[in-house]
T-cell receptor, first 114, second 115 residues
Framework: KAGVTQTPRYLIKTRGQQVTLSCSPI?????VSWYQQTPGQGLQFLFE???????NKGNFPGRFSGRQFSNSRSEMNVSTLELGDSALYLC?????????????FGPGTRLTVT | GNSVTQMEGPVTLSEEAFLTINCTYT??????LFWYVQYPGEGLQLLLK?????DKGSNKGFEATYRKETTSFHLEKGSVQVSDSAVYFC??????????????FGKGTTLSVSS
C-alpha cells in the first residue's frame, strides 16, 4: 500500500499571503489529522477530519482551517501568514481516528514564511 | 491535563550499546501509548504501541512496556546500530475508544550512535 503523501514538500511564502497544503491518506483510511512541528513548540495538533467532518480541533487561531473531501483527501489552509507559521506541517491518517488506532504520518510540508 | 515527558537529549552511544529512553505520562482515563521515530528530513514513523496496562510493544529490536503504576513507557533496545540515529518521540492518545483523538507528544529525544 502506498503511504501518506503530502504536497508540496517545500514552500516559501511571504508574510500576509495564504497557503494551501494537501494530504492523501493511505487507501482505506478515513481519518486525517494535521500537526505542526516547530523547534520551539514541538509537535502540536491542529485538527482531525473524518468523513468530511471536523471532529476535533487544537488550540490554533482561525487563520488555520482545513477540509476533507469524499475520497478522504484533505487540505489545510493558512491565511494571512505570519513569520511564526514557519514549520513542518505533518499529515497523519488512521483507519478510524479512535485513540487506540495508530496514526501513519506523511513526509511533511516544510513551510518557510519570509 | 494530558502530557508526556521525555528525557532530555541528546543521547550519544557507541554501536552495540544498550539504549533506554525514559518516558512518563499524565493522563485521565485509559490512554494508548506510542513511540515514533523521525529520521532527518522525514516524517514520523510508528515504532511501536501499547493500548493497555502491562502490554509490551516491540518492533525492530525496540521494546516498551506500558506501566500504569509508574505511568511510564520507557523505550529500550539491547544493541543499537548507527542506523538507529534519529529523534524518538513518545506520544499518548488520551482515551483509547474516543473518536477524533489527538496525539500528545513529548519533546523528542535525539539519539546519536557512533561506530
Amino acid at each position: 500500500k502506498a503511504g501518506v503523501t503530502q504536497t508540496p514538500r517545500y514552500l516559501i511564502k511571504t508574510r500576509g499571503q495564504q497557503v494551501t497544503l494537501s494530504c492523501s491518506p493511505i487507501s482505506g483510511h478515513r481519518s486525517v489529522s494535521w500537526y505542526q512541528q516547530t523547534p520551539g513548540q514541538g509537535l502540536q495538533f491542529l485538527f482531525e477530519y473524518f468523513s468530511e467532518t471536523q471532529r476535533n480541533k487544537g488550540n490554533f487561531p482561525g487563520r488555520f482551517s482545513g477540509r476533507q473531501f469524499s475520497n478522504s483527501r484533505s487540505e489545510m489552509n493558512v491565511s494571512t501568514l505570519e513569520l511564526g507559521d514557519s514549520a513542518l506541517y505533518l499529515c497523519a491518517s488512521s483507519v478510524t481516528g479512535t485513540g487506540s488506532h495508530e496514526q501513519y504520518f506523511g513526509p511533511g510540508t516544510r513551510l518557510t514564511v519570509t | 491535563g494530558n502530557s508526556v515527558t521525555q528525557m532530555e537529549g541528546p543521547v550519544t552511544l557507541s554501536e552495540e550499546a544498550f539504549l533506554t529512553i525514559n518516558c512518563t505520562y499524565t493522563a485521565t482515563g485509559y490512554p494508548s501509548l506510542f513511540w515514533y521515530v523521525q529520521y532527518p528530513g522525514e516524517g514520523l514513523q510508528l515504532l511501536l504501541k501499547a493500548t493497555k496496562a502491562d502490554d509490551k510493544g516491540s518492533n525492530k529490536g525496540f521494546e516498551a512496556t506500558y506501566r500504569k503504576e509508574t505511568t511510564s513507557f520507557h523505550l529500550e533496545k539491547g544493541s543499537v546500530q548507527v542506523s538507529d540515529s534519529a529523534v524518538y518521540f513518545c506520544a499518548l492518545s488520551p482515551t483509547s475508544n474516543q473518536a477524533g483523538t489527538a496525539l500528545i507528544f513529548g519533546k523528542g529525544t535525539t539519539l546519536s550512535v557512533s561506530s
